[in-house]
Structures are given as C-alpha cells and as structure tokens.
C-alpha cells in the first residue's frame, strides 16, 4: 500500500541530492504506518532522464512529470501537478524538503488540498497509536511536539536532521504522469536567475562549513580567507546575515534562521558573534570552532574549540599550516 | 491598486524565549511587536506609494483586542486603514489562509503583500496557502519588487537556495517579504499621533463567514538540550591539533 507521495528537490532539469532526506522521512513514516512511498519528479522535458536513477530507493512507483512549460518549475505550476500526482497516486500525505522549492510549492499544495501541514519536521515516531512529530520553532530556541488531524498532512522535512536514505529490494515501477501545457496555471513567468558560479560544494550538503562574518571587510578578502580555507578542507562556504547585507557575500550562502539551515561534520565560524539567528542555522553541527576577536561572543558558548584572535591573523595562518 | 498587509502580533526577537514548567510559551512578561517580515512587507507597500503609484494601504491583523496595538503601529508607518478580525488569536495558517481569503473576498486587493514568515512558529505556509486559496500567482521571499506602469503585472526578485530568481506575476498575486527586501523605516512619534484619527474597523469573525477549526495541536513545547561546552584554544597550532586528534574531523 502506498500512502505517501514524495516531491523530488528539483532545478527543473535535475533532481537534486535534497531529495534524499524526504525520501528518508518517507521510509520512516512507512515504518511506522505500515505504508510504502511514491515519488514525484517534475521538471522540463529532459526531466525523464533522471528518473532512472531514482528507482532503487524503495519506491512503490516513480511519477515523471515532463514538459517545457515546467522547465522552471514556478510554485503555481509545481502544486498543480503535484495535487494531480497526489489523486493518482492515491496519497493521503505529502513530503517534500524544506529548501526554498519545498517551503514555496509544499505550502501551496497545503491550501489546493486543503491539508494540515508543518514544516521543518526534525523526527517523528509512533506514540499511543498516533503520530508525533517535531519541529523548531522561535528561531531553533524550542522544539514543538506536534500531531496533525487524522495523521496526514503536508510535511516539510528539514535535511539535517535525516540521514541517507535505505535502498529498496526491487526497482520502482517509472509511470508517466500526462501534462497539458495548456492546463497549466499562466499568471507566473519565469524571468531568470542570478546564481553564482557553483565551485564548491553546496552548502547544505557539505562535510565542512567556513563561514564568515562582516569582519571581512570586502568581497575579496572573504573570498581569499573564507573561501581558501574552505577549499583547503574541500568544504563549502557559508556567511552571515550583515556580511550578506553589508555585499561581501552573495545571499545563496546566507546561513541562519531564514537562510539556510546546515549541520556538517565541522562548522568554522570567524568573525561572527553567534546572533540567534545565525544560530539558528548552524547550532547541530557537529564541531563547531569560532575564531572573534570578542572572548565574550555568543559564538563561543556553541563552539566546541574557540580561538581568541583577529582573523586576519588566524585564517592565513590556519590556511598555511594546514 | 490596493494593498492588503496582514499583521501578525509575535514577541521580541530579541528577547530570550521562556517557557512554563508544562511546556507552553510564558507570556506573562512578553514584548509584543509586528512580526519583523511583516513590517517589511508593510514598509514596502508604503514606500509604493512614495514613488508615485495611487495606492490605498489595508493593515489587517486576526485576534484580540490586544491586537489594535500592533495595528495602530501599521497605521503610524503608513497604512490607511486598519482591519481587525476579532478572534482568539489563530496559529494554524490552515484557519489564517482561510479568513485572510474570505477578508480579501471583501476587500479585493490587488496585491497581498506579507512576510514570508512569522519569527515565534516559523512555519512559512500562511503567504501561500492564501495564494492557492484565491487562485492566484505567488512570489515568496521577495528581495526586490517593482509594478509594471499599468498596474497589472508585478516584477520579483526571490531568494532562492541557487542565488536570486526574477519571476513577472500577473496581479493579484500574493507576494512574501525576504529580510533585504528594504529596512523598514522608523515610526516619528507625530505620525504616531495622527495615526489615532486613522480608521480601525473591528470585525467578529463570525462575520466572514468561514472559520475552519485548526487541525494541527501543539503537545508541548521544550527548549532543546544546550551543546556541551567546548574550551578556548590558544594558538591556532593548538586547534589544528585538537580537530585532528581530539575532534578527528580533519
């Protein structure tokens, strides 16, 4: 029986690596229901080709969903065919990531059904016959134990907090899912995106993290200390809320409460104070090393190793010894 | 072109969270401010107004009486007029989307403009649940914003995970604030006064017809266990050491 329907993390073109902790949330809600998964991909054409690769994850069936009008897949467009999925998938919930697609297009989906839903979800189990969930709320600062009408809903999983998937016993059945362009919702048009260029690993899935603060100063500094740690140690690189502002950093690396939410193996932080909302984001890595001038930093309450020193020093420094 | 903003009542962000011993939020000593994305949304749709496009300006909020404060704030930055529905403050946006839609069946806005999030739950749903409810485009964490001159199409720029994505909407839309969308401005306390001859409607929910009973429950409420604490290192020859043979992560 397959009572849950999977939105694949997609650009349109591909299906991303943040697909994996939606369908690990998946598989734990089965366990615990005694009920199976589908997944939905859904982009432009080219979409199709990726589906082979997401058939060994234990998938009752893998929806492909392909047509140029959803090359971009706007929010409009992507809850329309995922409400469509939904009816012939049969399912009584909906699992996405909460990445910005998820947080845009699951939400939606919530209002077209008419769903209960919470985002973030962090873990779920099986308490007295019914479903519990948790989730972050107030900035990470508490944690909601929360259960939702009739145990279904729309759910938005944070990556973190979900390891890697199991593989199946059997590869999923592909079924295409018919578009009719024409049907779809016209008021969105995709305009363009403004990305820069991708050299690193992404943010979310990195092993390590270099983040930096305002104390930067300017684009090319924290490009040549953040930035050159972080290749050092193959890591990504992530920024603050003021160095974003402040254009030191492009806003894809802002981490923090409405940025982006990471946990790595090690989470280097200099010259960043440790704001709440910076926090927020960053706080369930498992090391975490700050490097600020201010011995007195929030920062240094979270960190596991705390260097006392003006990164200026510290980065060249850490960069060549290492 | 009218704007409607919703208003949301929240505690300080910058104020530590408490919580009582049985697991629920300690409001006995909260400040309470307009939720830091809807300001934004607010601020942006006055600043419409001061680049030269005719705009009426909606502030509505859901919930008690102790809602008109924030309400007479909205007024005070530029709205106005101010809408407030009375009814023990909802947290599910499944009930939120649902009076907000019947409000804007009303009002017949021609742009919902609102924070993409409230600070206190975080859960980044009401904005386009609404969207969906009235069947209309959506934009969501918006960092810039323009009308196109005949009014009937708006121009956004999104924060996305891959950088920031421009999206044309076709109007009405609801469009959701990001934190760079500007720097919400301060309130002089002269417009704080001239904001109390402003109209405040006040509306008992019973009259918009709809109001759906939450279907999810908050159990408990727990602050999440500290990190253990770590200890200062005092070269970085000392870190370097301590990540790789303590830590063993590099």
């Known amino acids: 029986m397959s009572n849950v329907l999977v939105l694949a993390e997609t650009d349109g073109a591909h299906v991303l690596p943040g697909t994996l902790p939606a369908i690990t949330f998946a598989q734990t809600l089965g366990r615990e229901t005694g009920g199976g998964f589908d997944l939905l991909i859904l982009g432009g054409a080219e979409i199709a080709g990726e589906a082979e690769a997401w058939r060994s994850y234990g998938a009752g069936r893998v929806f492909v969903a392909a047509a140029p009008e959803l090359a971009h897949p706007t929010a409009d467009r992507a809850a329309a065919v995922c409400v469509a999925a939904a009816q012939q998938a049969g399912a009584e919930s909906i699992v996405g990531t909460s990445s910005t697609f998820g947080r845009d297009v699951l939400p939606r989906v919530a209002g077209l059904l008419d769903l209960p839903m919470l985002s973030d979800v962090l873990h779920v189990e099986k308490a007295e016959s019914r479903l519990m969930f948790r989730r972050p709320m107030v900035a990470g600062n508490v944690i909601a134990t929360v259960q939702v009408e009739g145990d279904r809903g729309i759910f938005s999983v944070r990556g973190t907090a979900f390891g890697p998937p199991e593989k199946g016993n059997t590869p999923s059945e592909v079924q295409t899912l018919n578009v009719d362009g024409g049907a779809l919702p016209q008021g969105t048009t995709w305009i363009g995106l403004e990305a820069g260029e991708q050299k690193r690993p992404e943010l979310t899935m990195a092993r390590v993290v270099v983040s930096g603060g305002r104390p930067l100063r300017d684009a090319e500094t924290f490009e040549r200390l953040i930035g050159g740690l972080a290749d050092k140690l193959g890591g990504a690189v992530g920024a603050t809320r003021a160095a974003v502002d402040s254009g030191i950093a492009p806003n894809e690396l802002q981490v923090g409460q409405t940025g982006k939410v990471v946990a790595p193996e090690l989470y280097i932080a200099a010259g960043i104070s440790g704001s709440v909302q910076h926090l927020a984001g960053m706080k369930d890595s498992k090391t975490i090393v700050a490097i600020n001038t201010d011995p007195d930093a929030p920062i240094f309450e979270v960190a596991d190793y705390g260097l006392v020193a003006d990164l200026h020093q510290a980065l060249p420094e850490l960069i060549a010894k290492l | ?250």
């Not at chain 2, 697991?23 to 006995?28: I, K, P, R, T, Y």
């Not at chain 2, 607010?42 to 404060?69: M, N, Y």
């Not at chain 2, 919400?184 to 008992?204: F, G, H, S, W």
Request: aromatic fraction near 2%; proline fraction near 8%.
């Open chain 2, 1 to 250: 072109m009218k704007i409607l903003v919703p208003i949301k009542r929240v505690p300080d962000p910058y104020e530590r969270v408490r919580l009582t011993p049985n697991g629920q939020l300690d409001a006995s000593d909260v400040k309470w401010v307009i939720n830091p994305f809807d300001e934004i949304a607010l601020e942006e749709a006055v600043r419409l107004r001061e680049s030269g496009a005719s705009v009426e300006i909606v502030a509505v909020g859901i919930g008690g009486p102790a809602w008109e404060e924030p309400l007479r704030t909205a007024l005070a930055m530029g709205a106005d007029r101010a809408l407030l529905i009375l009814d023990e403050a909802p947290t599910d946006p499944g009930v939120i989307s649902h009076l907000l839609a019947a409000v804007c069946e009303r009002e017949k806005p021609d742009l919902i403009l609102m924070g993409k999030q409230a600070i206190d739950d975080d859960l980044n749903q009401t904005g386009q649940r609404l969207a969906a409810l009235l069947g209309v485009p959506q934009a969501t964490f918006a960092s810039a914003l323009t009308l196109s001159a005949d009014g009937t199409r708006a121009r956004v720029t999104r924060e996305v995970d891959a950088g920031r994505e421009t999206l044309e909407v076709t109007l009405p839309a609801v469009v959701t604030a990001d934190l760079r969308l500007n720097q919400p401005r301060y309130v002089a306390l002269p417009a704080i006064i001239k904001a109390r001859t402003k109209p405040l409607e006040r509306l008992p929910v019973g009259e918009l017809g709809v109001r759906p009973p939450a279907r999810v429950t908050v159990l408990k409420l727990e602050t999440p266990p500290p990190r253990k604490a770590g200890r200062k290192v005092g070269s970085v020859d000392e870190l370097i050491t301590a990540l790789r043979e303590e830590a063993k992560v590099i």
